[in-house]
């Protein structure tokens, strides 16, 4: 199935809108059978604010009451290339000591992101930490870790749309495809 990119290029569709939604349902029961207590939801932004919007409503169906702080963190910046480095552009607001948090990203692709921000939420005191990510793209791994959670593997391309970029561009789609030209 190939949807007509927004401007130039074609997006070919690799995870429809059903079937994210099928499996958004399927996780938030595997969250809440893991039973965090008084969680708090970090969306690490910008591309799992589509992902982490759905999941908090999937969340709220499964029976859970979280509250939700924002990490933004660096990302490619431009480019499909991972700069190899992490930079906080705009941290959280709520105290995370004693909290069970669970950390929310779009992909895990060579690990730093979320290892980062990991590292980041237990060195800050969390009492327990959990993470969950839309897409797992195991090939690119460059640091030992796994999530906890994942809806879907990933192929090895990059992927736009759901929230995700390409320098800007197609985080209104609401599917996960890639670009044609990749
Ligand atoms: P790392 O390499 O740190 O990457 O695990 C995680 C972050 O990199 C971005 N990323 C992508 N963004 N399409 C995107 O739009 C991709 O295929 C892709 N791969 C990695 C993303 O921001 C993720 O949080």
Redesign the pocket.
């Known amino acids: 199935m190939i949807e007509a990119g927004t401007t130039d290029s074609a997006v070919e569709v690799l995870f429809p809108p059903d079937v994210i939604a099928a499996r958004i349902g399927e996780l938030c029961q595997e969250i809440a059978a893991a039973g965090l207590r008084n969680p708090l939801v970090v969306p690490?932004l910008t591309?799992?604010f589509v992902f982490s919007a759905d999941l908090l409503r999937g969340l709220h169906a499964a029976g859970l009451t979280p509250e939700v702080d924002f990490l933004t963190l660096s990302?490619?910046r431009h480019t499909?290339r991972?700069a190899g480095s992490?930079d906080i552009l705009r941290d959280m607001e709520l105290d995370v000591a004693d909290r069970d948090v669970l950390l929310v990203?779009?992909?895990?692709?060579?690990?730093?992101?979320?290892a980062y921000a990991k590292d980041l939420v237990a060195a800050r005191g969390a009492r327990r930490l959990l993470t969950c990510v839309l897409l797992n793209?195991r090939v690119?791994r460059v640091v030992t870790i796994e999530a906890d959670f994942i809806a879907f593997e990933c192929p090895p391309?990059?992927?736009?749309g759901y929230g995700?970029?390409?320098a800007n561009r197609y985080r209104e789609l609401p599917f996960v495809g890639r670009v044609a030209s990749d």
């Open positions: 690490i591309g799992s990302s490619y499909t991972s992490v990203d779009d992909i895990l692709d060579t690990g730093r992101t979320l793209k690119r391309v990059f992927v736009v995700m970029d390409l």
